[in-house]
């Protein structure tokens, strides 16, 4: 089975620091995604990325930014972490062919305080 | 743009008593449809698809028919159980594949008693 890990499960970190969250996905996919999950909003996509350097805004990219060095790892920055950042944090891959959907990482919940 | 909206919740139920959680969609073209699940403290899983119109998608006893006449695609089970609860998302896609970004509706979470 395809597995995406994030790094964290939990986080806290104070206002104005930089933070980085890792994903890292184990099946070569071309696709990567990071959302953020908030009460009664759903799923919002912060960026993507369908290949190595290459990265893509969603609809919610104010405040963060994105590295992919490598295939298998994308990872999300906040530059200087507010408390409206305070969130769960998605990360899913996706191989970018026909099949069953994303498969998302269990997710980090990070508080800013 | 694209936009999945989803019945108010949360929902609660007996076991046993039938699910139906309602999803309705706006896309420009003929979207791929999704149905998510999110079990307390994990990550989404994929439920069910469904590629094109009056197709079904089914898995675990939940199913989901793409209504494109009605613009829906509404979650249902005959007989809900304790380990259903969970929270549900209605996503679709405008990529020719499974792929490409995904549109997510805000979630209902389900709660079953026993």
């Known amino acids: 089975d395809v597995k995406v890990t994030q790094s964290s499960r939990y986080l806290v970190k104070r206002t104005g620091e930089k933070v980085f969250l890792e994903c890292v996905q184990d099946?070569?996919?071309?696709?990567m995604f990071w959302y953020r999950q908030d009460p009664g909003l759903g799923l919002r996509l912060i960026y993507f990325?369908?290949?190595?350097?290459?990265?893509e805004k969603g609809d919610i990219p104010e405040g963060y930014s994105v590295s992919r060095e490598k295939k298998e790892r994308f990872s999300l920055i906040l530059e200087s972490a507010s408390t409206n950042q305070t969130s769960m944090y998605l990360c899913?891959?996706?191989?970018?062919?026909?099949?069953?959907?994303?498969?998302f990482g269990s997710g980090t919940r990070l508080t800013v305080v | 743009g694209d936009s999945v909206t989803q019945m108010e919740g949360p929902v609660t139920l007996s076991e046993e008593a039938f699910l139906t959680i309602n999803c309705t969609y706006t896309?420009?073209?003929?979207?791929?449809l999704f149905w998510y699940v999110q079990y307390p403290g994990e990550g989404l899983q994929l439920l069910l698809k469904?590629?094109?119109?009056?197709d079904k998608g089914s898995n675990k006893g939940f199913e989901a028919t793409y209504r494109k006449e009605t613009t829906s695609f509404h979650l249902e089970k005959g007989s809900v159980q304790v380990s259903d609860s969970a929270v549900y998302f209605c996503?679709?896609?405008?990529?020719?594949?499974?792929?490409?970004?995904?549109?997510f509706g805000e979630g209902t979470q389900l709660t079953v008693n026993p």
């Open positions: 899913a891959s996706f191989p970018g062919t026909e099949n069953y959907g994303y498969t």
């Open positions: 099946m070569d996919h071309e696709n």
């Open positions: 990325s369908y290949d190595v350097k290459m990265k």
């Open positions: 896309a420009t073209g003929y979207p791929s």
């Open positions: 469904a590629t094109k119109a009056d």
């Open positions: 996503a679709l896609s405008e990529g020719e594949t499974s792929g490409s970004r995904l549109t």
